[in-house]
């Protein structure tokens, strides 16, 4: 709630910016533990502040449970009225559940370079419940924060 | 009846220098870059998203949206083809189909311009009206995505989505079908909207809800065929506005040519051989307007355009070189199109075209040699080029067709190194029969796609409903019902642990339960999706192109056409028959091992049992030898295959014909998939189609009698058998011919060839930039060796190459 209240008001750009090369650090460490916060809190921040990157959530209501195989780690992002809230809520009825077999695993799915649902499935690394087009979505999302951080994002 | 007038059927007074276009056209196409299009979606969905079916049944919903599309496709002339019309708006174009898999590049829409194996570039604009207008529609639309809605998260889907059992065809296409350009040719579509106009009249006078369906039917019919006549119409004002500024005398004439064709056809009769390939063209256009990219098949050219080229021919009209070049020019632009595909697809399954197969040669309806000028023309093109499109067939009957045109065939195929493929008339022919096709519709069977059999614009085929990995349900049959890469998740029926099994009889009927239980699960997925392509997506503008729809009033997806059925091909049986094979004798017969010891093999995957890998593969019964047992397998698991597929009836009323081609799922699947009791190891690639495993058959004679032995009849979907010869020169061709005409006396049904070593193709490999071109065969269709992934060039690399002088294998050195 707090976090929450700071997002929308407090120093955004800035902190954008900070999240930003905490994760270029953290993809070129290849260190995976804390990413999937770290990259919620920056997609949180800009959708927030990149007007551009906000129409990704227009009219999209949905409700993403990433969790890993043992259960022992749970985090839900809700989709709602253009802002996206991260929380540990346990969620009824999401619209997608990815489970992933480690926070590694989910690193490489969604930021190796090439985000691939395909790959990470037939190595067992991540399964799913629900409509597969919402991890294709949210890929999308989590590639161009990653091709933001690291300078990679082509100019128009 | 035979009609070759050519005095040189190899026509080898033309080369690509004779055309002052071919090889310019040629090299542009081969070398352009694959863009996506997302022209056909954006038209598509913004209908759709506009209209929201007010009023309107889904078949006539569905045929404005496509009507959309077509009258507001771009008339675009990228070059100076003799043929006016691009599948897509680029050059060559990679269009998104999001009812299908369009949605499958979403993650990498900001990658997939820069990715490294076959990269397909995407503008921001574009990228930006995918990603905020077209996929936000379709994430709950598509055809997976309404399946799940309709049927939850059942059995058969989760199956699915782990991909690793079976693919199931529908939740990306039907497509893989041979539609009939007869009528359009001599009647025009204005006849066929007349008729539709006429019978919807009539059927509104009748009273039920089947007058009804058959009302609309005929009013989407119209619909389409009307969007497709105004798209011809726009090529025919585009290409006289552009003649306007011309200020090239050749090119203008060029340019007004096309505006009088395309103001003929495909609307009125085609009048000449030249405007009958156009209206060809443009509906294959039309066709792709509807379903996806994939093995829309053109069919017997060499039949369907011989009236018409006969025609010119005496009247003075056409010569044999414009007939060669305007035949050159339909060969390339059947390559302006490629599909979009994700990079998971590209690094499993990579490389493939969209495999539209043209059929010459063989025999006519009434049975006689239907071999004429034109599949020598087609021949000669085909050679000429050297192009991954179309797929190229030729048809043989070795009692009506002559064996120059055996050898003909031959030399070409030692000419493209690969192409084209070879089928055996009398085979196939009674194979047809015996599934219901009357014998005249089955003398008229052209090959869909891979290697599938259709009686040509009769018969809807859907000939890759399921593609199943044999090698599945083998693996549940060791475990018990669970995969190894799955652990403890226990999939199919539980059929005891095998090492309590006293006799193979045992596991074999342990195999048969785990198979039987996976097919029904991939049958009971395409019955469903069968229903969600009922609601979403029938197909009036290709049903207008059959026989069957018209006459009742129903579109092939309601089971309209003369003939239906569904194809379900396999995968990894080879490595299956001999793994089988292998514990029989390993096991049971000769006990060199317990069950135990070899399933510890192959958990391990091999791993310090190295003695037992070896016995494995070279002590046990191989498919492709002599081997009694290993003979039996294979023709055990043929039948039992054929028996249950054929006890099924699809919900178009047709059987499930099972079928052994597999595109490059042999590499992909292979690689997702643990060591297996032949001594494979653990993700190599299983062997191709129904072809024997690398290595095993010791001379081609014994290769092709087992496969031969295996018959036809138990085969309705068709096979492909690759096979490798080193090198042809001249003087190998009649005795290349008279493998392949043994082999089909012997009763073998297909096959397919690469005239190449294992020194060429690993220079190939190395050294990409030597062989740009180098055009293979995989396992239906042929491919660009270097748009494959590794897994699958290493495949190709490894295949037996044998001897033709001699027979003999040549044992590969890594």
Same mark, same amino acid.
Do not use: W
């Given at each position: 709630m707090i976090q929450e209240f700071l997002n929308l008001i407090l120093f955004r750009t800035y902190r954008a910016k900070i999240k930003q090369e905490e994760l270029e650090k953290l993809i070129q460490s290849g260190i995976a533990d804390g990413f999937l916060e770290l990259l919620l @809190? *920056?997609? @949180? +921040?800009? *959708? *927030?502040?990149?007007? =551009? !990157?906000?129409?990704?959530? =227009?009219?999209?209501?949905?409700? !993403?449970v990433f969790t890993n195989q043992s259960g022992d780690m749970y985090v839900a992002a809700e989709f709602e009225d253009n802002i996206l809230k991260v929380s540990e809520k346990k969620l009824q009825n999401p619209t997608f559940t990815l489970i992933f077999k480690d926070e590694r695993s989910l690193f490489k799915f969604l930021l190796s370079g090439a985000p691939d649902v395909l790959n990470a499935l037939l190595n067992q690394e991540i399964d %799913?419940?629900?409509?597969?087009? !919402?991890?294709?979505?949210?890929? %999308?999302?989590?590639?161009? *924060?990653l091709l933001l951080a690291t300078g990679r994002l082509c100019p128009d | 009846m035979s009609t070759v007038t050519l005095k040189d059927i190899s026509l080898k007074e033309y080369d690509l220098n004779s055309f002052e276009n071919l090889k310019v056209l040629r090299d542009r196409l081969i070398a352009a870059p694959v863009e996506i299009c997302i022209e056909r979606a954006k038209f598509i969905t913004g209908y759709l998203k506009k209209n929201n079916q007010a009023g309107d049944c889904d078949a006539v919903y569905r045929a404005k949206a496509v009507q959309n599309y077509l009258i507001n496709k771009a008339s675009v002339f990228h070059d100076n083809s003799l043929l006016a019309g691009n599948t897509t708006s680029k050059g060559k174009g990679a269009p998104v189909y999001p009812e299908f898999i369009g949605l499958t590049i979403w993650s990498e829409l900001e990658t997939i311009s820069k990715r490294e194996k076959n990269p397909q570039l995407l503008t921001k604009e574009e990228l930006d009206i995918l990603n905020y207008e077209i996929y936000p529609y379709w994430i709950d639309r598509d055809v997976l995505a309404t399946a799940k809605s309709w049927y939850g998260n059942i059995k058969s889907i989760q199956l699915l989505e782990k991909i690793m059992f079976y693919v199931s065809g529908k939740a990306g296409c039907i497509s893989h079908t041979v539609p009939d350009f007869k009528r359009v040719l001599k009647e025009g579509l204005n006849a066929v909207i007349k008729e539709a106009e006429e019978k919807e009249k009539e059927a509104l006078t009748g009273s039920g809800q089947e007058a009804v369906k058959h009302a609309e039917f005929y009013q989407s019919v119209?619909?389409?065929l009307k969007g497709l006549i105004i798209y011809s119409s726009h090529l025919a004002e585009e290409a006289r506005r552009l003649s306007a500024s011309c200020t090239d005398e050749k090119e203008r004439k060029r340019l007004i040519r096309l505006a009088e064709i395309c103001g003929q056809v495909p609307a009125k009769p085609a009048r000449s051989f030249y405007e009958a390939v156009q209206c060809i063209w443009i509906c294959l256009i039309g066709i792709h307007a509807e379903s996806i990219n994939m093995a829309i098949s053109p069919g017997r050219l060499d039949q369907i355009l011989y009236p018409y080229y006969e025609k010119d021919m005496k009247d003075g009209k056409l010569t044999i070189k414009e007939a060669l070049e305007i035949t050159g020019c339909l060969w390339l632009k059947l390559g302006d199109n490629v599909d979009v595909v994700p990079q998971a697809s590209e690094e499993l399954f990579g490389g493939a075209g969209t495999a539209p197969a043209v059929t010459v040669g063989g025999i006519d309806e009434a049975g006689e040699d239907a071999v004429n000028d034109l599949t020598y023309i087609m021949l000669r093109v085909t050679e000429l080029l050297k192009t991954r499109e179309p797929s190229m067939n030729a048809r043989f009957h070795y009692e009506k067709n002559t064996r120059e045109y055996r050898d003909r065939v031959c030399e070409v195929i030692a000419s493209t190194l690969s192409a084209p493929a070879l089928y055996n008339d009398i085979e196939n022919i009674s194979t047809l029969v015996n599934q219901g096709t009357r014998t005249e519709h089955a003398r008229d069977y052209a090959v869909i796609g891979c290697v599938e059999l259709a009686a040509a614009g009769r018969s809807y085929d859907a000939s890759s409903s399921v593609i199943m990995n044999l090698a599945a349900p083998l693996e549940m049959a060791l475990y018990n019902g669970r995969r190894y890469s799955t652990g403890a998740t226990q999939w199919g029926p539980q059929t005891g642990e095998p090492a309590a099994f006293k006799d193979f009889n045992e596991f074999m009927n342990a195999y048969k339960k785990q198979a039987k239980w996976l097919i029904e699960q991939a049958i009971d997925l395409n019955e469903r999706f069968g229903a969600v392509h009922q609601k979403m997506l029938p197909t009036p503008l290709l049903s207008a192109l059959f026989e069957g729809p018209m006459e009742k009033g129903a579109d092939l997806i309601f089971g309209g056409a003369v003939y239906n059925s569904s194809g379900a091909t396999h995968v990894g049986f080879a490595d299956t028959v001999d793994s089988l094979s292998a514990v029989e004798c390993a096991v049971f017969n000769e006990k060199y091992c317990t069950f135990e010891e070899l399933l510890n093999g192959i958990k391990t995957n091999f791993k310090d049992r190295e003695a037992l890998r070896q016995y494995l593969l070279k002590h046990t019964p191989k498919y492709g030898t002599d081997n009694i047992f290993a003979k039996k397998n294979a023709k055990e698991i043929i039948s039992f295959l054929y028996e249950v597929y054929q006890s099924h009836t699809n919900y178009r009323g047709g059987k499930y014909r099972p079928a052994y081609w597999s595109m490059t799922n042999h590499a992909g699947q292979g690689k997702i998939t643990y060591?297996?009791?032949? /001594?494979?190891?653990? !993700? =190599?690639?299983?062997?191709?189609?129904?072809?024997?495993? @690398? /290595?095993?058959?010791?001379?081609?004679?014994?290769? +092709?009698?087992?496969?031969?032995? +295996?018959?036809s009849v138990n085969i309705p979907g068709g096979e492909a058998l690759n096979i490798k010869f080193q090198c042809l020169t001249d003087k190998d061709i009649p005795h290349f011919g008279d493998y392949i005409e043994a082999y089909f006396r012997q009763g073998g049904q297909q096959i397919q060839f690469n005239i190449m070593s294992y020194e060429m193709l690993k220079e190939a490999k190395a050294n990409p930039s030597k062989y740009p071109y180098l055009l293979v065969r995989v396992s239906g269709y042929s491919a660009y060796f270097n748009d494959l992934n590794e897994t699958m060039q290493d495949e190709l690399i490894t295949r037996t190459q044998y001897s033709v002088n001699t027979g003999n294998a040549i044992l590969y050195n890594k």
């Open positions: @809190s *920056l997609m @949180s +921040l800009m *959708l *927030l502040i990149d007007k =551009e !990157y906000s129409k990704n959530i =227009e009219n999209f209501n949905a409700k !993403y %799913f419940i629900g409509n597969i087009n !919402y991890i294709g979505k949210f890929g %999308f999302m989590s590639m161009h *924060l | 119209q619909i389409a060591a297996t009791p032949n /001594g494979r190891k653990a !993700y =190599e690639a299983f062997a191709s189609g129904i072809t024997p495993v @690398s /290595g095993a058959a010791g001379s081609i004679t014994e290769c +092709l009698n087992s496969v031969a032995a +295996l018959g």
